[in-house]
């Protein structure tokens, strides 16, 4: 398969609770991305992560890339309801940008 | 445009038809790329073009795929001969440069709701 791998598959949470979601991918990377997609259709990016980086962190979003391990994991703290969507880890490397199967976070309110 | 555009927003046709999808990139991006989403899976990468070079076409399932970019700029993806497993969301993104090299994100549009009945 040509996808990464992300878990968990899906994840429910109450807001006000921080969202874990890891992600491993296969083949050395210049970078790595994480996507958020409401309903099944566009993507939108949300933060990126260079292969020579270890955390980044973007207001309520931290990222963190262990390029030893091929591991990447995406934190949101402090959960609201509009964050329930379904997220993707997207891995870049060559000339090509290989998407995880993506976790589905869902935030109650 | 102020993002990239997919056409037809939804196609229902029926086995056997040939279908073409369109996609309107970002004014000035010049790598652009297709994917392919079945229900609640990840994206499966298609086809990749940069620039004025040869795209990169690794990720096409069968001969029945097809793409072109035109002036560097719209992009058809063409389906031939259609069957049930081609059902699937078709996203196209573009970046402004090669993602690899300039660490740029991709612009993702609403994609092409395909079903094949």
């Known amino acids: 398969s040509q996808q990464g791998e992300e878990d968990p598959q899906a994840l429910s949470i109450q807001e006000g609770e921080n969202a874990t979601m890891n992600c491993s991918y296969k083949t050395s990377i210049n970078n790595l991305q994480w996507y958020r997609q409401n309903s099944g259709r566009g993507l939108v990016h949300l933060i990126l992560?260079?292969?020579?980086?270890r955390e980044k962190h973007s207001g309520r979003l931290r990222v963190t890339l262990d390029t030893s391990k091929k591991s990447s994991s995406l934190l949101i703290t402090a959960s609201r309801a509009a964050d329930t969507a379904s997220y993707f880890c997207a891995s870049t490397g060559g000339f090509k940008t290989i998407f995880g199967a993506g976790t589905r976070l869902f935030v109650k309110a | 445009g102020a993002g990239v555009s997919q056409s037809p927003s939804n196609k229902v046709t029926e086995k056997g038809k040939d279908v073409e999808l369109r996609c309107d990139p970002i004014?000035?991006?010049?790598?652009l790329y297709w994917y392919r989403q079945s229900l609640g899976q990840g994206l499966e990468f298609l086809i990749y073009f940069q620039g004025n070079s040869a795209p990169d076409k690794s990720g096409l399932p069968s001969d029945r795929f097809s793409a072109e970019r035109t002036g560097g700029s719209v992009s058809t993806l063409t389906i031939q001969r259609t069957q049930q497993e081609d059902s699937a969301v078709y996203l196209c993104?573009?970046?402004?440069?090669?993602?690899?090299?300039?660490?740029?994100?991709?612009?993702f549009g609403q994609g092409t709701r395909l079903t094949v009945v």
């Open positions: 004014s000035g991006h010049t790598a």
């Open positions: 993104a573009s970046s402004p440069r090669a993602q690899t090299y300039m660490n740029t994100e991709a612009f």
């Open positions: 992560i260079r292969s020579n980086e």
